[in-house]
């Protein structure tokens, strides 16, 4: 909404002014027909994605129909076998809700983890160029190595179970929570800076007053980033670490080591459903947060 | 010109450069032996080509740049800064906006309260206080800094070409408002414009700056008293002073 007070308070007459064509009362019609005004809405956000889905179940039904051999189709079984054995078969589903709570569990505490840690070491290197200089390539570092190579010292320093797969699910949240953090404390505005300069205003009251505020719409988007990378975190770690609660990622191999494709299938649907949830979770959080005075391109 | 304005002697002045000079890390001189004075309750407006130096003598004046060399009296408790943009808080109120610089400087409450209100009063918004920047026009936003500034009630106003990005019609009723704020705070005021007609209606003294390096090159005093009608932009007397102002600005 847009208020202008300026234009209107400079006309007195409410009313046209003469000689001016007043237009008939209708609404306005956006150029290029019924769908083009309703593309923001029911086209793009539901009916292009649908059509996508389609395409991707009618080219898996091809690969697994056509190219595979019924001995074959272990690898990937037909979409209605998946959900026949998958999720209709409550033993089977059952199994796949229960390890689903467990990942959720590791999911939300490697997150979280991640986000405290995450935001304070951005607030850490906003305050001092140097502090940037010899934390952010580490955090950089932490992003890059292979996960693989730290399953052995994890396991050996904090066992085979939750907490070593919460260290795996933060090892791979933390950097985009650090990068979009540090990008929008920095990126506030000379002026706006220089007008809390002007008032001696000290560290704290410009970090909670203006860094923090101004930053979270960049903040939000790596905690959206970052939802859906601890889901893959979750996984990876109950990949490698099978000890107590099986998890999805623990499902996982085990159904991969036996061949047992419509389960594995299933398993890998709904984990990516979870990253997709907690993504579209993180979007409306943002937009509930900062929505109001902040518009992305794109929620 | 029937009356003039002489410049203020040392001891009452609100705001005196004296020689002062600024040159930049990369070698750029700014300012050279730039020496004026602003009485308190005296309008002055600074007007230049664009690069010579008007906004570093604010900057200096607030303590956001030092000196190079020379001197800067600033008699007064509270400076009152207006920037170019207005510099609002996307994620506030119009009310909280207006409240920030106070809650900075940690004035109570209930006093904050009571100046928040009369300043919004003051710039006409009365009723938006509950609006975000983004649903304002550019003039209101200007307005909301503004009313920003004035909760302080500062005896030292600095306005950096605060109306510049404006339309022709909202820099006028702005520049409006503004007088009729200078006139009931009665604050010392040093405006930077490349605006001539707009230097010409608010201020007492016009002064006109070289390109760089800038120095204050000609005076023009203007004789008309506050309040200023806005029909006197129409009038010969106006145009005339403008001429003069704008003749020495084509000579720097």
């Not at chain 1, 589903?93 to 939300?108: D, M, N, P, Q, S």
């Not at chain 2, 510049?164 to 200078?182: P, S, V």
């Not at chain 2, 201020?203 to 006109?208: D, I």
Request: proline share 5%; hydrophobic share 50%; aromatic share 10%.
């Amino acid at each position: 909404m847009t208020v202008d007070v300026d234009s209107t308070a400079a006309t007195p007459a409410v009313g046209p002014a003469p000689g001016e064509v007043v237009a008939p009362p209708v609404a306005p019609r956006a150029p290029g027909g019924w769908w083009a005004r309703s593309r923001g809405t029911l086209f793009n956000k539901f009916l292009l994605p649908f059509c996508v889905f389609a395409l991707f179940v009618g080219g898996w039904y091809l690969v697994s129909g056509l190219t595979l051999t019924k001995q074959q189709r272990f690898m990937l079984p037909l979409p209605h076998d998946v959900i026949r054995v998958g999720f209709l078969d409550w033993s089977n589903f059952k199994v796949i809700l229960e390890a689903l709570r467990y990942t959720v569990i590791v999911t939300f505490i490697g997150l979280a983890i991640s986000m405290v840690l995450g935001v304070l070491a951005a607030v850490l290197m906003s305050q001092a160029q140097w502090i940037e200089s010899s934390l952010y390539p580490w955090a950089v570092v932490l992003q890059t190595v292979p996960i693989l190579a730290l399953t052995p010292v994890l396991s050996f320093f904090f066992g085979f179970a939750l907490t070593s797969r919460t260290i795996v699910c933060v090892i791979i949240a933390f950097f985009p929570i650090v990068s979009n953090t540090l990008f929008g404390l920095q990126s506030v505005d000379r002026g706006m800076h220089e007008l809390f300069t002007l008032h001696h205003t000290g560290r704290l009251t410009r970090l909670w007053k203006l860094q923090l505020p101004a930053a979270l719409p960049a903040m939000f988007s790596g905690f959206r980033v970052a939802a859906g990378l601890s889901v893959i975190g979750a996984i990876v770690g109950e990949f490698f670490f099978k000890q107590g609660n099986a998890g999805l990622g623990t499902n996982l191999s085990v159904y991969s080591s036996r061949l047992e494709g419509e389960r594995l299938w299933a398993t890998t649907l709904v984990a990516s459903l979870l990253g997709i949830a907690v993504f579209v979770f993180f979007g409306w959080l943002s937009r509930r947060v900062v929505g109001r005075w902040y518009q992305a391109k794109r929620g | 010109m029937t009356m003039t304005t002489e410049p203020p002697p040392a001891t009452t002045a609100a705001l005196r450069f004296s020689g002062v000079s600024k040159k930049f890390k990369d070698g750029t001189v700014a300012l050279t032996g730039a020496d004026l004075a602003v009485a308190p309750g005296e309008f002055v407006t600074v007007v230049g080509p664009s690069g010579c130096g008007k906004s570093t003598l604010l900057r200096i004046a607030s303590g956001l740049d030092k000196a190079s060399d020379g001197e800067v009296d600033v008699h007064s408790k509270s400076v009152g800064y207006v920037f170019q943009d207005a510099t609002l808080l996307p994620w506030r109120t119009v009310w909280d906006n207006v409240r920030l610089l106070a809650e900075l400087e940690r004035m109570d409450k209930k006093e904050r309260d009571r100046r928040v209100r009369d300043a919004i009063d003051l710039v006409g918004l009365t009723g938006f206080e509950k609006h975000l920047p983004q649903e304002l026009s550019g003039g209101m936003r200007m307005r909301v800094s503004l009313a920003r500034s004035m909760v302080l009630a500062p005896d030292v106003f600095l306005f950096d070409e605060p109306f510049g990005a404006l339309d022709e019609i909202t820099r006028e009723r702005l520049n409006d408002e503004l007088l009729r704020m200078f006139i009931q705070s009665r604050f010392a005021a040093l405006f930077i414009t490349h605006s001539v007609q707009e230097a010409v209606f608010l201020s007492g003294r016009v002064l006109v700056m070289s390109g760089r390096p800038g120095r204050v090159k000609a005076e023009v005093a203007v004789p008309f008293d506050y309040p200023r009608a806005p029909e006197i932009r129409y009038s010969a007397e106006f145009a005339a002073l403008c001429g003069e102002v704008s003749q020495y600005l084509r000579d720097v």
